[in-house]
Each structure stands twice: as C-alpha cells, then as structure tokens.
C-alpha cells in the first residue's frame, strides 16, 4: 500500500521528535485520513529491524481489524502483538518487554488501564493515533503525552479527495436541553425514554428516505434496545436494517457487515460499536440519535460515512443537535496537550454555524441558504454592523445600483437612497443571486 505525501510526513515527524528526546508524541489526524495505514507502516518499521511492537486496543472487537490489517501490510505478527489494554494490564508479567508501544484511540490514554502499561516498560518509545487529542472535560493529554504532531485538517482532506465532501442536515426530533448527565455525558436511558416515541420513528425514517436518497446508513442510538427498536421500525417501513452491539456473535456481525456492503442491509442500527475504529467504507449515510457531550464521540460518529469514494458525497442527519455543541465536522480546532477545559462561553463562540429552517440544512455562517437558496433574515444587529461596515465605501464609490456586488451592499445602498430593506431582496433575485 502506498503511503500519502501526508502520512510519510507524519512519519517523519514523529522519528524526528524521538530524535529530539520526546519519548510519548500523538498523532493528530482526522477521521478517515489512514491512521491505520499510519500504524502499519510504523509497525512494519520497527518489525524490519527484529524490534517488538505492542500494540493497544480498548475493544475486543478491534483486535481481529487490526490484526488483519497488520498482517496484509507486512507487519512480522511474531513481534507485534495486538491486545485490548485490559487484558495487557492484568498480565504484564507475560508481556515481552516492546521497544515500541502503540496505542489506537489515544484520547483514552489517560485511564488508569494504560498508565500501568506505560509504567511497566519506562523505556518503550510509545506513540499515540487519534483524531481528537482531548478529554471528555474538554482538557488536553499533557499527563501522558509531551508533544501533538498534527496532520493536515479536514477540510484539507476533503478539498483534496482523501475524505468526501459532506451536506449536514440537523432536523430536531425533541427537546434534548433538559436531558440529565451523568458521568460527563447524557443519560444513555434518559435520552431513550425521550427518543423512543412512534413519531419520533416515523420522522427518523421519513427524513432519511428525503434526505439521503436511500443510501447505505449507520445509525445511532442511545441504548441497545433503541437501536434493536430501530431497526425494527426501518425494517417496518420496508428499509432492510440491522441491530449489532459488542454482544453479538462474532459470525453473525460478520454476516451483518457483509450484507450491508452488498446492498442486502441498508442501515445498520448500534450504540457505540461502529464508531472508534470500526471501519465501514461503503457507509455513506450517519444518522445521529444520541446526543453527547464528547466531541470525541460526535466527530467518531458523524464522520463515519465520510470515507472517500470517487463520486460520493457524505449525508449526515443530526436529531439531537450535536452541531450546535461541537460545531461542523470538519471545523478547524485548536488542539493542545493543556489539562484545562476551556469555558463553556469561550467554547460556545467558536461554535459558527447557520441551520436553515426551510430544509434544515447546516452550515457555516451565510446570508443564504446553499441547499435551498432561503434568505436568511437578519437581527437589527447584523444588518446594522454589515451596513456600517460598507457604508463608507458604497457612499464613495457607488453611483448607481449596478456598481453592488454583494447583498450586503445592496442593504446599503438601499439605506443611502431611502429605500425599504427589501429591495435589496428583489434586486439581488432579480439579478439571479437567489434561486
């Protein structure tokens, strides 16, 4: 398998910061970008040179993927050994001293679990993969890791096809303000007593059937029996849909997962398991029933169906409002090893984002609609600042109606010759700008 120019240089990167002494770097690379292919060529690396890799999961269900990606890339399995970190922890004693340590899903590292792993071979050079370096809390990983070697963004991947672009709708099925936390997150039983209503299923099901246009779909739930629920209201409405959770024998999944790339099942329904790690390339369809506090879970899952494929745009059909926590997908984040969270004001004003209320289409900050073309109408603030800030030139500059080349000039213009808001409106329809 060929490496990209970007993954080589993350490699790179990270022989580099050893070089320099940093002994637990993390990889930073969004969803879909090859941390895998990343991980087999480092592994590959180190087995070349007779040295043994240890390579750690946190769920049983990862260890078969993994292994088998390993073994296709080349990686000598006789020196790369690929556990869950449970399992590694309980039994150290039987453990063989690694010269690297690995560990996928790095934003988990700081569980007690992990830290008896590090502790016990001091002198492995580790190195972490994820997507998003950061805490529940919203704080870094500075406890365990001492450098981020960031990759490209999202939006890099996207412009430049290693991801496929995205339409992100987010039509609100109920009233998620008032659900209780705990742990950190949302009430996993809460959230299903407040989702688990026939209408609710009725317009999960009639939005997808508007909005994706009957493609292959991972949808997710609060609980099991949501999910199983689910799945059996889609297969109701004629959608063949499937329920899989950790639980499920590991033939049957692979039976599940196996129809599902042949078309046989168009949605797979499940709580958590097809998210870190589990890759489903030929989804092309995520559907958000369970609303979280966790970007790390959110950019898991709303992500999922953005593999890329020539040809394919990702649909991503938000119910419980999950953008208006986190923000779009593929917004640019500022990541940092810092324990502290930021505040809850500082972390809503980097959240810029537009929902539109004809086609609930979201996206970022415009005068427009893409999708549709509704024009948005905007508070006394907005037009008051966009005016100011073109008043001076138009007022300059602009003679006549035809010099305008934005519909915030146009609302200037009409301020400067009296005219009512909307003929911005009719002039810029008139001229095409809006369908």
């Known amino acids: ?124 050079y580790c190195v972490g993969l994820t997507a998003t370096p950061v805490r529940l809390n919203g704080g870094g990983l500075g406890e365990i890791n001492d450098k981020l070697i960031e990759g490209p963004t999202a939006k890099w991947l996207i412009e430049n096809h290693r991801l496929a672009p995205y339409r992100y709708y987010a039509p609100a099925l109920a009233d998620c303000s008032r659900l209780m936390s705990r742990c950190g997150d949302y009430s996993a039983e809460d959230v299903e007593l407040l989702m688990d209503k026939p209408k609710i299923y009725g317009d999960v099901i009639k939005f997808y059937k508007q909005l994706s246009d009957g493609g292959k779909a991972v949808c997710y739930c609060a609980t099991i029996r949501h999910s199983t629920a689910m799945a059996q209201q889609f297969c109701d409405a004629g959608i063949p849909a499937r329920h899989i959770d950790g639980s499920t024998p590991k033939a049957e999944r692979a039976q599940v997962i196996s129809d599902f790339r042949s078309g046989k099942v168009k949605i797979l329904c499940n709580v958590d398991l097809i998210s870190e790690g589990f890759d489903v390339p030929d989804c092309s369809v995520s559907i958000l029933l369970r609303p979280t506090k966790s970007l790390t879970l959110y950019i898991q899952q709303s992500m999922r169906c953005m593999r890329y494929q020539p040809g394919k745009t990702a649909i991503i059909i938000d119910h419980v409002g999950n953008v208006h926590r986190h923000g779009l997908p593929d917004a640019e984040r500022k990541w940092t090893l810092e324990p502290k969270a930021p505040t809850k004001k500082q972390a809503q004003a980097e959240i810029k984002i537009k929902q539109c209320p004809e086609c609930y289409f979201t996206h970022e900050p415009a005068d427009v609609c893409p999708n549709c073309g509704h024009v948005y109408e905007k508070t006394q603030r907005e037009i008051k600042e966009q005016q100011e800030a073109k008043l001076i030139m138009i007022t300059s500059e602009y003679q006549d109606v035809t010099q305008c080349r934005s519909i915030q000039e146009l609302y200037a213009y009409a301020k400067i010759k009296g005219y009512k808001p909307g003929y911005a409106y009719v002039k810029a329809k008139e001229w095409g700008w809006f369908r």
């Open 1 to 124: 398998m060929q490496l990209y120019d970007y993954q080589s240089n993350l490699i790179d990167n990270l022989s580099r910061s050893w070089r320099e002494g940093y002994k637990r770097p993390c990889i930073v690379l969004p969803c879909g970008g090859g941390k895998s292919v990343i991980a087999s060529e480092i592994a590959k690396r180190t087995t070349d040179n007779r040295n043994r890799v240890l390579f750690m999961v946190h769920r049983q269900e990862l260890c078969d993927q993994i292994y088998s990606t390993f073994s296709g890339y080349g990686v000598d399995m006789k020196l790369c050994s690929v556990n869950m970190v449970q399992t590694i922890s309980r039994h150290l004693r039987d453990v063989e001293s690694p010269t690297l340590i690995i560990t996928d899903e790095n934003h988990h590292c700081i569980a007690n679990t992990y830290r008896k792993v590090y502790e016990a071979f001091p002198k492995a």
